[in-house]
T-cell receptor, first 114, second 109 residues
Framework: DTGVSQDPRHKITKRGQNVTFRCDPI?????LYWYRQTLGQGPEFLTY????????KSRLLSDRFSAERPKGSFSTLEIQRTEQGDSAMYLC????????????FGSGTRLTVV | LAKTTQPISMDSYEGQEVNITCSHN???????ITWYQQFPSQGPRFIIQ?????VTNEVASLFIPADRKSSTLSLPRVSLSDTAVYYC??????????WGAGTKLIIKP
């Protein structure tokens, strides 16, 4: 297992288009997290799953954002009707159960909305 | 709001020991202190975690005084490749990571 994989690494889209990102966590990890990071800032929590159940969503996550983890393995994050303010790095992390901080992050998907 | 305060940036030289201090005045009894490292265009990487006193691994040491209101990440004999952003986080009982802006560490030759 090579860690957490995210695809694509980069995405450029026009405003108003929909985009979907994929995250493949470490195979035995049952928890999966999505974060968003803008330049010069730390990551910002979006949502997390335990197995296939989405247990928490940030209030910052607008209705245009949706995430799924249908079989408790990989996850997708979709952004509908993208806006320029959605431009950011989208990070995925996974962990085995509850952990006090030892999450494994992927390399992220860099989204640019033009 | 981030639960921690750390310097925005620091400079050091190859071969030196670097200490980055983080303040977390409102840390709760069950909270842990965790440090991550992040290189440009990569996700954060877990470095070390502790509750009190001292923790050491192959990468760094973490010093936490008795009152736990601060912590210090110590990187021994840094190299150019240690140039990165370092994040201090307090992980609460909800296991939620709340990130600040981190400390940008620049190592010079």
């Amino acid at each position: 297992d090579t860690g957490v994989s995210q695809d694509p690494r980069h995405k450029i889209t026009k405003r108003g288009q929909n985009v979907t990102f994929r995250c493949d966590p470490i195979s035995e990890h049952n928890r999966l997290y999505w974060y968003r990071q803008t330049l010069g800032q730390g990551p910002e929590f979006l949502t997390y799953f335990q197995n296939e159940a989405q247990l928490e969503k940030s209030r910052l996550l607008s209705d245009r954002f949706s995430a799924e983890r249908p079989k408790g393995s990989f996850s997708t994050l979709e952004i509908q009707r993208t806006e320029q303010g959605d431009s950011a790095m989208y990070l995925c992390a996974s962990s085995l159960g509850r952990t006090q901080g030892g999450y494994t992050f992927g390399s992220g998907t860099r989204l640019t909305v033009v | 709001l981030a639960k921690t305060t750390q310097p925005i940036s620091m400079d050091s030289y190859e071969g030196q020991e670097v200490n980055i201090t983080c303040s977390h005045n409102n840390i709760a009894t069950n909270d842990y202190i965790t440090w991550y490292q992040q290189f440009p265009s990569q996700g954060p990487r877990f470095i070390i975690q502790g509750y009190k006193t001292k923790v050491t691994n192959e990468v760094a040491s973490l010093f936490i005084p008795a009152d736990r209101k601060s912590s210090t990440l110590s990187l021994p004999r840094v190299s150019l490749s240690d140039t990165a952003v370092y994040y201090c986080l307090v992980v609460d009982s909800n296991y939620q990571l709340i990130w600040g802006a981190g400390t940008k560490l620049i190592i010079k030759p």
